[in-house]
Structure formats: structure tokens, C-alpha cells
């Protein structure tokens, strides 16, 4: 198959079917996305809030509030500690995976889930209550230690719960939580801004995300995978056969044994996971997360009012438009849910790149035009603006269905047992490492890059795009246990994973011809055979 795709072709298919008590453990476990989504959309609408600039960020709110008309539109935002308060959370988040790994796998997924939500609680309140920047600092650290063990540890326990069949479906209810998130925090923001010291309501609102994660995680059963991995075999088993909606589960309970046995003689998961034959998932657990970032969309959504603001929309206006952008974002979510089992993950990862890439040129293209490299447009006309926000609409949606769920989705579900926890914390770091890269520079990037910051990303996009049709094979359908066949039959992966399987490995991608060409060819081979 052409550009490194390949089926489910490992001949496992696991009796069972979608029961309703999975989906429902599911959707409560996804709420653990809540909370990231919750302070993505809520970060953006507080930093853009002039009551709060005025009392934490007072060199921005001159620029803002002050110097209105003498501002360079590109730079009234750069300030040093205005970026540490949006991106100290994504380093604390990055360190907590770690610690956040080591807890899933030896004192299962839910537990994890619980120390997650438990520590955005308490960050929630310290920045609702926050007198002076090192209380948000200090408050913003708590939260990225819960959103660190919850991003860690959510995906991971929604694809070991999930029927393979349904997998990317119930995966990406993690991420459709976060797209509810961010359009709850883009609403209240909305309102809040009109009331005094509004931005308490809109930090210490997070506690109520917090509250349902934590009820959540102490409803929640474990895993089998995690039962087994710690020695409750009997009891994992009478769970798949709660979770499976059948009596004879042991065809998929014995190979979830085995791999537990293959992952007990691993006693260093952290070593083992370089080993040449855990490259390929390796690659994709460093490089799907980081491009995911570098698709620009996480400084459209947690920079939405301020982007706004930036081209020319008033306080209301800005936040409304985020408004829109979130809503936008929670919708598309779903065309992923319906498509990702169907059409495959290789597919929503390429239609989602172009489609974002071709946005992102006519984002450029249009605010080049208006604000030139001065960033002072005038006054901007309500059908230009209209149109800007029409192109960062689809550019939004190309991202919820492609991009934002699948890379949650592919790290979490290609791991075997023995480094899962392992590789969702390498996932998660790299997610976080450059969340944290991008929020710190992107307000001096926008003052240096102006419009070019568009093009700045959209050459990422390009780049990515291209690496998924070469090296992705397709895992929609395949077990989660089963994962590890589809490389050795990969065009490049192979010379990296032994294959044990009688089928042909796949042929690298082939440039298209012609099908005058290829008729042509065809005739040719008809008639030597002839």
C-alpha cells in the first residue's frame, strides 16, 4: 500500500462487543480531559482581561490600555512573566509525567487518575485566591502536576478498556473532553469579563472540572491489563468478562497474560524501551506529540482572545470569537469519533494536515495584507475580520478531527504492555516539553515573526504531514496486544522489529503515474504473457 499504510491483517479478532457499562466507564474516564481543556481555554481569556493584567501584569496593561493608538499590535503582549504564567504549567506537567508513570504501572491507572485530579483542585483554588504573580505561579505548578498524571494515565486506561473494534472511538472521548473544556472556559470567560474581578471566577472555576474528575476516578474500576500486570489474575478475568459482555474471554485473557509475563521480565522498562525493536513506537511517541504542537493550534486556543485582540477585534468581540473557535473545535471532535474506525488513522492524519496547511497560508496571506509588518491596520472592516475567523474556523476543525484526538489516540495504543506506562510518559513529556516551548516564546514570536508566524507553522505541517504517509502504518482494527506485528511488515520499519509472521512485508510508497501510463505498462505485461 502506497505511503506505508497497512490493515489489520494479524488474523485476531477477540469475541466481545461494545457493552454500555464500558462506555459509560469511558466517558467518565475521559472527563480527566476536562481539566486540560479547562485551563487551555481558560488561560487565554484571563491573560486578554484588563483587570488582571492591571493587577498582576502592569507593563501589559499599559501597552494595552494605555498606549493603544502607539502600539505595535504584534508586541502589545510580549512580556516575559506574562508567558512564565501560561507555560510554567506545561514544565510541571512535564516533570509530573514521570513520577506519573512509575504510579500507573505499579499502582494502576486510576489511582494515577486520582493524584491528578486531587492536585488541579488544589492548584484551582490557590489561583482563585492568588494575591500576587508567585501565588499563580505557585498555583499554576499544582496544575500541571494534575494535568502531567492525567494525560499520562487517561489514554492509556481508555484504550485497554476499549473492544479493539471501537478503540479510536472511546480514545478519543479524552480528547473530546478537552474540546468541552475549552468551550466552557471560552464561555465563562465571555461572562466573567464583564464583572469585577472576574478572572477569580474564571481561575478558581477550574475546581468544579477537578471535582468531577476526582468522583470519577473513585467510581472507576482498574484495567485487566493493570490487574494482571499486578497479580490479580482472577479478578482481571471476571472484569474483561464484565467489560466484553461474554463468558469466554480466553483467548483475549490468556494473550494479556503473556504479554503481562513478557513485561515482568522487563525490570527497566526506561532501558528497555531503546531497544532497537521499541523503536518505531518510540518515533512516533517524540515526533506525533511535538508536531502536534507545532500545528500552531495550541496558540490559537489558549491565545485566542489575545490573537483576537491582535487583529483587531475589542475585548467582547475577541472572546467571543474564541467563543466560536471552541465551539467550532467541540463539533469537529465528532466527525473523528464517527470516522477514526472506519476511515483509519493514517487517513483523518493526512486530510487533517493538508486542510490545515492550506488555512494557514490564507491566515498569513490575509493579516499580511491588512497589518503589514507595522501591525496597525486602521480600522478593520467587519467583513474582513469575519473572513480571518472563517479560515481559523476550519483550520480549528481540520485540527479536532485529525491532529488534536490521534495524537492522544496513536501513542497510547502502539506501546506493548512491558513499556506502555514508559512510552505514554515519553508521549506525554514531549507534548508538554514543547506546550511549554511554545507558549514562552509565542508573544515574542508574533512581535519578530508578525504574520510570518503563520507560515512558521504551517512549514511544520507540511513536514509532518509527509512523515505520516511515509511511516504510519495503519492500526485501526488490531488489537492493542497485537500491535507490535504491524511493524515488521512495515517498508522501513522492519529492519528494526523481528518478524515472526509468513506474510510479505509492505513495499515503501510508489510514486503515482499516469493511468495512460499505467494502462500502457499493463498492455505490455498482457501481451508477454500472452
Request: hydrophobic fraction near 45%.
Amino acid at each position: 500500500m502506497a505511503g506505508g499504510g497497512i490493515g489489520p491483517s494479524n488474523g485476531k479478532e477477540y469475541p466481545g462487543k461494545l457493552t454500555t457499562k464500558v462506555l459509560i466507564t469511558c466517558i467518565v474516564a475521559a472527563c480527566g480531559g476536562l481539566i486540560f481543556g479547562y485551563d487551555i481555554g481558560i488561560s487565554g481569556g484571563v491573560t486578554s482581561m484588563p483587570k488582571f493584567l492591571e493587577k498582576f501584569f502592569p507593563d501589559v496593561y499599559a501597552k494595552e490600555v494605555l498606549h493603544t493608538v502607539s502600539t505595535n499590535q504584534y508586541c502589545k503582549f510580549n512580556s516575559s512573566k506574562l508567558t512564565l504564567f501560561t507555560s510554567s504549567l506545561y514544565l510541571a506537567a512535564l516533570v509530573a509525567s514521570w513520577f506519573a508513570s512509575a504510579v500507573t504501572r505499579h499502582m494502576g491507572r486510576r489511582l494515577s487518575m486520582l493524584f491528578g485530579g486531587l492536585l488541579f483542585c488544589g492548584g484551582a483554588c490557590i489561583n482563585g485566591f492568588a494575591q500576587n504573580v508567585t501565588m499563580l505561579i505557585i498555583g499554576r505548578v499544582l496544575l500541571g502536576c494534575g494535568i502531567g498524571f492525567a494525560n499520562q494515565s487517561v489514554p492509556v486506561y481508555l484504550s485497554e478498556m476499549a473492544p479493539f473494534k471501537s478503540r479510536g472511538a472511546l480514545n478519543i472521548m479524552f480528547q473530546m473532553s478537552i474540546t468541552i473544556g475549552i468551550l466552557a472556559a471560552n464561555l465563562i470567560n465571555y461572562f466573567t469579563a464583564k464583572i469585577k474581578d472576574g478572572w477569580r471566577y474564571s481561575l478558581g472555576g477550574a475546581v468544579v472540572p477537578a471535582i468531577i474528575f476526582i468522583v470519577g476516578s473513585l467510581c472507576l474500576p482498574d484495567t485487566p491489563n493493570s490487574l494482571i500486570e499486578r497479580g490479580n489474575k482472577e479478578e482481571a478475568k471476571r472484569r474483561l468478562q464484565i467489560i466484553r459482555g461474554i463468558e469466554n474471554v480466553d483467548e483475549e485473557f490468556y494473550d494479556l497474560v503473556e504479554a503481562s509475563e513478557r513485561s515482568k521480565e522487563v525490570k527497566h522498562p526506561w532501558s528497555n524501551i531503546l531497544e532497537p525493536k521499541h523503536r518505531p513506537q518510540l518515533t512516533f511517541a517524540m515526533l506525533i506529540p511535538a508536531f502536534q504542537q507545532l500545528t500552531g493550534m495550541n496558540v490559537i486556543m489558549f491565545y485566542a482572545p489575545v490573537l483576537f485582540k491582535t487583529i483587531g477585534f475589542g475585548d467582547t468581540a475577541s472572546l467571543m470569537s474564541a467563543v466560536i473557535t471552541g465551539g467550532v473545535n467541540f463539533m469537529a471532535t465528532f466527525v473523528s469519533i464517527l470516522a477514526v474506525d472506519r476511515v483509519g488513522r493514517r487517513f483523518l492524519f493526512i486530510e487533517g494536515g493538508l486542510q490545515m496547511l492550506i488555512c494557514q497560508i490564507v491566515i498569513a496571506v490575509s493579516i499580511a495584507l491588512k497589518f503589514g509588518t507595522s501591525g496597525n491596520p486602521g480600522e478593520l472592516p467587519i467583513w474582513y475580520a469575519s473572513f480571518v475567523v472563517l479560515f481559523i474556523c476550519i483550520y480549528v476543525a481540520g485540527f479536532a478531527w485529525s491532529w488534536g484526538p490521534l495524537g492522544w489516540l496513536v501513542p497510547s495504543e502502539i506501546f506493548p504492555l512491558e513499556v506502555r506506562s514508559a512510552g505514554q510518559a515519553v508521549n506525554v513529556s514531549v507534548n508538554m516539553i514543547f506546550t511549554f516551548f511554545i507558549a514562552e516564546i509565542f508573544t515574542e514570536m508574533l512581535c519578530v515573526f508578525k504574520f510570518g508566524l503563520f507560515i512558521f507553522f504551517a512549514v511544520f505541517v507540511f513536514i509532518m504531514t509527509l512523515f505520516i504517509y511515509n511511516f504510519l502504518p495503519e492500526t485501526k482494527g488490531i488489537p492493542i496486544d497485537e500491535m507490535s506485528k504491524i511493524w515488521s511488515k512495515h517498508w522501513y520499519w522492519q529492519k528494526y522489529v523481528p518478524n515472526d509472521d509468513p506474510l510479505p512485508p509492505q513495499s515503501p510508497p510508489r510514486k503515482l503515474h499516469s493511468p495512460v501510463k499505467e494502462h500502457n505498462i499493463q498492455m505490455v505485461v498482457d501481451e508477454k504473457e500472452a
